[in-house]
């Protein structure tokens, strides 16, 4: 049975396009390179993951942030600072996530395009304001949406913006998203309600705990199962 006139927020990254895999990519080949010097590759990705979470922490997120973390993870497994080749070599890993081309996870044009018959869409999505608008213009999606608002941090001080600036109906309101830690939980705390749909590349620093009798999240397999409860 569909739920009538709700309002759905989407996330974008890795909820309407793949994202995660081109840093994982990134990653992949940076502990190519910077791992010999580790105890081992796990350990040469464990020391980036902290370093990511600081960053991310106090920097925010998107290439440049990205791009500071291969930086300070390289000097403390070499123990020391970068040679100019290194930097040119770091600065390409970072460059190689904003490819303009966006993938369309299966089923989002589709199912997007007929919810937005029966519903009212919002996007919230974080990161860099120019790299998240470079990539919504290129997805195609943005007609979809009666507004798209890019935040540095979605935490439940976002939500609540979100919910007073279009007066929102915390009951018929659903935060549709992969990520636990800034999709699901947050929204649930504001007092929206939440759809989980994991995705297979989700940021490991995007991992929490949902509770598995919260009534309010609904979770999917795929994109296209919206079409069946909305």
């Known amino acids: ?6 309002v759905l927020v989407f996330d974008a990254d890795d909820t309407l396009w793949e994202n995660n895999i081109r840093f994982e990519r990134a990653i992949e080949a940076f502990l190519d390179e910077v791992a010999p010097p580790a105890p081992s590759r796990a350990a040469a990705r464990a020391t980036l993951d902290g370093i990511e979470a600081a960053n ?16 300070e993870c390289h000097e403390q497994l070499h123990g020391r600072a970068a040679t100019a080749a290194e930097r040119d070599r770091l600065a390409a890993l970072a460059a ?10 299966p089923g989002v044009a589709q199912t997007l395009a007929a919810l937005a018959r029966r519903h009212e869409l919002l996007l919230l999505t974080k990161g860099d304001l120019a790299e998240q608008q ?32 279009h007066t929102l109906p915390p009951e ?12 699901v939980l947050p929204a649930r705390a504001a007092g929206l309600n939440a759809v989980y749909i994991p995705h297979q590349h989700t940021w ?27």
């Open 134 to 165: 470079a990539k919504i213009d290129a997805s195609g999606l943005a007609d979809h949406f009666k507004a798209v608002h890019i935040v540095p941090e979605k935490d439940v001080a976002a939500y609540r913006r979100l919910i007073d600036t």
């Open 96 to 105: 190689s996530i904003t490819s303009a081309e966006v993938e369309l996870i």
């Open 56 to 71: 991310a922490a106090r920097h925010g997120y998107g290439s440049q942030v990205f791009l500071r973390s291969l930086g």
């Open 1 to 6: 049975m569909r739920l009538d006139e709700q």
């Open 204 to 230: 490991a620093l995007e991992a929490a705990e949902l509770d598995p009798a919260d009534g309010g999240v609904l979770r999917l397999a795929t994109f296209a199962e919206l079409g069946e409860h909305f």
């Open 172 to 183: 018929r309101t659903w935060m549709i998203g992969n990520s636990p830690k800034s999709d």
